[in-house]
């Protein structure tokens, strides 16, 4: 291994390479598709969408132009078909984000117990005793939730 080359960058360079790896073409559509729809962009396109919409309804070019009278029943159709698209791809997006959680959660596993195995090693070759290591670590663990539920810190 390259003296130079971090151990975290590893791990990182792991992780992009398997979420790279899961990512098939559909993903990359419902993230732009995600990405697009949660932008002022798409908000103001829509604003003016729908105003140009109307006023050609309401007969700003005249009667010919009118194609979708009032209560728009049109209109009303597609925006509902459009949120129902919007909302599948957000689920799409979220489930995915959810998958690289888990894989993320699987590789922070993973150095956690490397990490356990290697100071369970060099504590083993430095002659220090685990158990007293564990006791120590315990009672600074009680102390640290103590201290998170607003006590003193000190064990009762």
């Not at 100071?119 to 670590?137: K, M, N, Q, T």
């Amino acid at each position: 291994m390259d003296p130079a080359l971090n151990p975290a960058d590893l791990r990182l360079r792991q992780e992009r390479i398997v979420f790279a790896r899961m990512r098939s073409t559909q993903d990359r559509v419902a993230d732009a598709i995600t990405a697009f729809a949660g932008t002022m962009l798409f908000v103001y396109l829509h604003a003016l969408w729908f105003a140009v919409w109307i006023a050609l309804n309401e007969g700003l070019l005249g009667h010919a132009g009118i194609f979708d009278p009032y209560p728009y029943g049109l209109l009303t159709m597609i925006v509902s078909l459009e949120a129902i698209f919007l909302s599948t791809f957000v689920m799409v997006s979220q489930n995915r984000q959810a998958t690289r959680e888990n894989v993320r959660a699987d590789l922070d596993f993973e150095t956690n117990l490397r990490s356990e195995v290697w100071s369970a090693h060099i504590g083993a070759a430095l002659g220090l005793d685990p158990h007293e290591i564990e006791e120590r670590v315990q009672e600074l663990l009680t102390e640290n939730r103590a201290k998170m539920n607003g006590g003193t810190g000190k064990p009762s």
